[in-house]
């Protein structure tokens, strides 16, 4: 299958920083990048919808000026966590819609691990 | 998109075929059903996707009713590394020609499958 590769796997900031997470699909073009957080032992919680070249979409719910989206080429989407505090510390998911029919399957990065201090 | 349901959680003996079942009574004739899996801290894995026929690859097999209201994911020999979240969701696929439909997808909470010598 696809790949798609999350970077940094883990990072530790501080809180009232800004810490930046990379998604990139190794393989294909991905029109369309999905972003998830996942506390321990939830399911994973959609946050936004990323395409390229236009601006993010976002779930009810998750504010905008905190997480922002840049989905700047057909391979790469950055989740930057503004400001953050250990509230959202959470292990974030990004992932990649193949462009191809039929049933362009989405596959996942190998989440990263935030812990704000 | 259609909800769909699982039971929370099934147990498996090592070697004997694992059959997960998912309920979808309220899927629509574009909607596929996929499955994926997520071991404890990564991301998740695509399996499989159907929309009416069954299908087979080299990890599982999908068998859809013919009403579509329902299917089963069969691992034919489990192993211990099979252990995992197993997540059944009903997707519609996305328009490329300027559709709000991203065909995202939202996870429900799976089926706990446990693998056990």
């Known amino acids: 299958g696809a790949v798609v590769s999350q970077h940094p796997s883990r990072v530790i900031c501080k809180s009232g920083t800004s810490v930046k997470i990379e998604c990139r699909s190794l393989?294909?073009?991905?029109?369309?990048m999905f972003w998830y957080r996942q506390f321990p032992k939830k399911s994973l919680m959609l946050m936004a919808t990323s395409n390229e070249g236009s601006k993010a979409t976002y779930e009810q719910g998750v504010e905008k000026d905190k997480f922002l989206i840049n989905h700047a080429s057909l391979t790469l989407s950055t989740l930057t966590v503004t400001s953050a505090h250990p509230e959202d510390s959470s292990f974030y998911i990004c992932?990649?819609?193949?462009?191809?029919?039929?049933?362009?399957?989405?596959?996942f990065g190998e989440g990263s691990w935030l812990t704000v201090v | 998109d259609a909800k769909t349901t699982q039971p929370t959680s099934m147990d498996c003996a090592e070697g004997r075929a694992a059959n997960l079942p998912c309920n979808h009574s309220t899927i629509s004739g574009n909607e596929y059903v996929y499955w994926y899996r997520q071991i404890h801290s990564q991301g998740p894995q695509y399996i499989i996707h159907?929309?009416?026929n069954n299908e087979t690859n080299e990890m599982a097999s999908l068998i859809i009713t013919e009403d579509r209201k329902s299917s089963t994911l069969i691992l034919p020999h489990a192993t211990l590394r099979d252990t995992a979240v197993y997540y059944c969701?009903?997707?519609?696929?996305?328009?490329?020609?300027?559709?709000?439909?991203?065909?995202?997808?939202?996870f429900g909470q799976g089926t706990t499958l446990q693998v056990k010598p």
């Open positions: 992932s990649a819609r193949e462009k191809v029919e039929p049933g362009n399957t989405i596959y």
């Open positions: 159907g929309l009416k």
């Open positions: 393989d294909f073009q991905a029109t369309t």
């Open positions: 969701i009903v997707r519609g696929i996305s328009n490329e020609h300027g559709s709000s439909n991203t065909g995202k997808l939202i």
